[in-house]
Each structure stands twice: as C-alpha cells, then as structure tokens.
Nanobody, 116 residues
C-alpha cells in the first residue's frame, strides 16, 4: 500500500513559481513510477508529467519547458517545480504512484491558483 500527501500549493501571480512536494509512505519508494496530474475547473484530470523509477521524465506539451519533475528516493519524495505560471495552470494537482503489480495510488491533491 502507498499513501501520498501533496503540499506546496497556493495562490501565485502569473509569471511566478511554486514548488509542489509529494511525500510517500511506502516501504520501498525507488521501484515506483511517479507522476503529477491536474484537474482544472470544469476540466478532466490530465497528466502533467511523469518520472520513472529510473529517472526518465516526460511532460505534457502545455508545461514543457516550464515545469520540472524530480525525485529523491532516499527521502521518498517527488517534486514539481513550476515556473512562469499561467492562469490556465490553475488546478488541483495530484501526485500519483504506480507499481509493477498494477497498483495505482493517488494523493488528495493540492490547489494551485494563478492570478492574472
């Protein structure tokens, strides 16, 4: 079982930055693939980016070049550094973990609001 807790959301002006954190309660973190998703008002949940257990990253086109995912396996943490934020980045951001057995786990989400 994996429990995920996000933090770091808040209100920021357009052009600003935020760093989201996701803490995992799990026996072995390093085997997990991790991802960030978001769900804006009236929108479906969408993938922001992911980082594999080997450190390979990929991002959605909408955030590429502005957002960076990283992980610290010793601390059992994953991060989302968000720069040059835009009002359309306003959403609840979710941390997600997947394991090799098909398990899929989600955090409760953290709100990010970008004002224009």
């Amino acid at each position: 079982q994996v429990q995920l807790v996000e933090s770091g959301g808040g209100l920021v002006q357009a052009g600003g930055s935020l760093r989201l954190s996701c803490s995992a309660s799990v026996r072995v973190f390093g085997i997990l693939h991790m991802a960030w998703h978001r769900q804006g008002p009236g929108n479906q949940r969408e993938l922001v980016g992911r980082i594999t257990n080997g450190g390979v990253r990929n991002y959605s086109d909408s955030v590429k070049g502005r957002f960076t995912i990283s992980r610290d396996d010793r601390k059992k943490m994953v991060y989302l550094q968000m720069n040059n934020l835009k009002p359309e980045d306003t959403a609840v951001y979710y941390c997600q973990a997947s394991d090799r057995f098909g398990g899929n786990y989600w955090g409760q989400g953290t709100q990010v609001t970008v004002s224009s």
